[in-house]
């Protein structure tokens, strides 16, 4: 068992990873649900960040439609890297401009979901998904 701990060899990689992004999907999408609750989304345009943007409220409602889609679609694995592209941009987005780059310490959040997002990027969905249906 140690011999294993300690060696450089993967360790059900696939199912492992596959696991990571089904539970990266479900807390996503989690946080995206509050697109349906009208009292945080108008909280959000309240930010200063916010009301500079062009169009506040269609930002906000495209940010956070952008968590559930793509939490959903990494929970199935489907278009996953698409999906991590845009989740990847949306996190790095909410870190970097609403947070100030604070991604060392207050803003970490964002910042690992964004890094998470990356690591599909490179993966794909790997094994328990939509896309090795679909697109194999």
Do not use: N
């Not at 970097?96 to 599909?120: K, M, N, S, T």
């Amino acid at each position: 068992m140690l011999k294993t701990l300690l060696s450089p060899k993967p360790i059900s990689y696939e199912t492992g990873l596959a696991i990571i992004r089904i539970f990266v999907g479900l807390m996503m999408a989690y946080h995206g649900w509050e697109v349906f609750t009208p009292s945080l989304m108008e909280g959000y345009m309240t930010w200063d960040k916010i009301k500079v943007l062009p169009y506040p409220e269609v930002a906000v409602y495209v940010g956070k439609g952008l968590e559930l889609v793509t939490g959903i679609c990494f929970t199935l694995g489907f278009l996953t890297r698409l999906s991590a592209i845009f989740m990847a941009v949306d996190m790095l987005f909410i870190c970097f401009y609403i947070g100030e780059g604070r991604f060392y310490y207050q803003d970490q959040h964002p910042f690992l979901f964004a890094l998470i997002a990356v690591i599909y990027i490179f993966t794909g969905p790997v094994k328990w998904s939509l896309d090795q249906k679909f697109f194999q």
